[in-house]
């Protein structure tokens, strides 16, 4: 057995696309990006979506265009990727940690109140391995108190909040298209908002600060001379990630639904073992299981990073849980004491989730986890 950790989930149709961009002659952004931003935002339901390179570069985009920097402050958890505390520094702002419910791995309106400081600007909670945080009270704070809800949603393509898909509930949502994610370009991004000036200044930020496309320019018979109102990066997703992307959206139900299945199984084959804790997942959400928990309770017979080693000999390949940004080296200097956010990513571990799964993989993955654990 040689179970992985993840596997994207790609086949004849996105090898055709990719093929079929490059032999269009436009292999930079151009139609197929445009047709790919218009597929998510209706699949979101979001009015607007932009592509960009990956889930870093949206987040930047979103901050930076939304004019937050030197001397303001996001709220973020530490409980997730690097990624999304270095956007904030990339943008000139601080990121400061909020602590997580331990029972979602999610901030709430709660833990992010009590983060705020004068200087908030932004907060940006994470819709941690695609389970939606609990939106609405933290909507309500943020108009309460006049901050901008830019969603990490890197994981939670095709989640829901309160029957919704998550893209269209705060000011701006990032997602990312990493392997690792639920569907896949290679690497990539997209932001989703339902604010017309924030969609073009994200297309102008992406694009050098240029005043117009290069498709647009392409498409008339006017000559345009460009100018460049803004400061801007590189951050354009290519045709040919596009058109995979295209594919991999009209797979999306298939492979949630696999996804789901296969969380379920685990569920259920764990919930008797008391030294496990399996995710929790709230009335308000429907979750894409973008990667699938468990915790080591106090009184499990094995340590998280021994069992690691021992499924690794059976050639299952796990992961530790989700980081804690503040305890590694480059952040330091955020002197934070976060104890459930330390705990949680202490002792939890990701297990084999994806969608091409047989059914024997994950029955395998159960089998040699009860054994270590009983
Ligand atoms: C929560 C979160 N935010 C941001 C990112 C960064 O995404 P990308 O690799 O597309 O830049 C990731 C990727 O793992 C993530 O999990």
């Known amino acids: 057995m040689n179970i992985p950790i993840a596997k994207p989930f790609l086949g004849r149709e996105e090898e055709q696309a990719a093929v079929s961009a490059i032999r269009s002659g436009w292999i930079s952004q151009g139609p197929k990006v445009k047709e790919f931003e218009d597929r998510f935002a209706e699949y979101t339901g979001s009015k607007y979506a932009v592509a960009t390179t990956s889930c870093t570069s949206a987040l930047h985009a979103a901050l930076a265009v ?24 990339h943008a000139g702002a601080t990121p400061v940690f909020a602590e ?48 901008l809800l830019i969603e990490d949603a890197a994981c939670a393509v095709g989640s829901e909040y309160r029957g919704k898909r998550i893209g269209g509930h705060g000011n701006i949502a990032c997602f990312s298209f990493h392997p690792r994610k639920i569907i896949t370009t290679g690497e990539g991004g997209m932001v989703t908002t339902n604010d017309p000036d924030i969609a073009a200044r994200i297309k102008r930020f992406r694009h050098h600060g240029m005043s117009i496309s290069d498709m647009e320019r392409h498409n008339t018979n006017k000559v345009i001379i460009e100018t460049y109102p803004d400061i801007g990066y590189n951050y354009r997703m290519t045709d040919i990630q596009a058109a995979i992307g295209i594919e991999q959206l009209n797979r999306l139900q298939f492979i949630i639904e696999k996804r789901r299945h296969v969380a379920e199984f685990y569920d259920k084959e764990l919930n008797d073992f ?87 993989d994950p029955a395998y993955v159960m089998q040699s986890i009860k054994e270590f654990l009983q």
Request: net charge negative; hydrophobic share 35%.
């Open 66 to 89: 939304s004019g937050i920097g030197p001397g303001d402050e996001v709220i973020v958890p530490s409980l997730s990727f690097i990624a999304t505390a270095n956007s904030v520094l």
């Open 274 to 360: 008391s030294c496990v804790r399996v995710p929790r997942v709230p009335a308000y959400a429907y979750h894409n299981y973008q990667s699938y928990w468990i915790e080591l309770l106090d009184s499990s017979p094995i340590s998280r990073n021994v069992l690691m080693q021992k499924l690794l000999e059976k050639g299952i390949a796990t992961r530790r849980g989700i980081m804690a940004i503040h305890m590694e080296e480059c952040y330091q200097k955020y002197k934070v004491s976060l104890p459930e956010t330390e705990r949680i990513t202490e002792n939890t571990i990701l297990l084999p989730l994806y969608p091409s799964m047989t059914e024997e």
């Open 100 to 147: 997580i419910d331990p029972e979602t791995c999610n901030v709430t309106a709660g833990t992010i109140e009590s983060a705020i400081s004068a200087k908030t600007k932004s907060v940006m909670p994470v819709h941690q391995m695609g389970l939606p945080v609990d939106l609405d009270p933290i909507m309500d704070l943020c108009k309460k108190r006049g901050l």
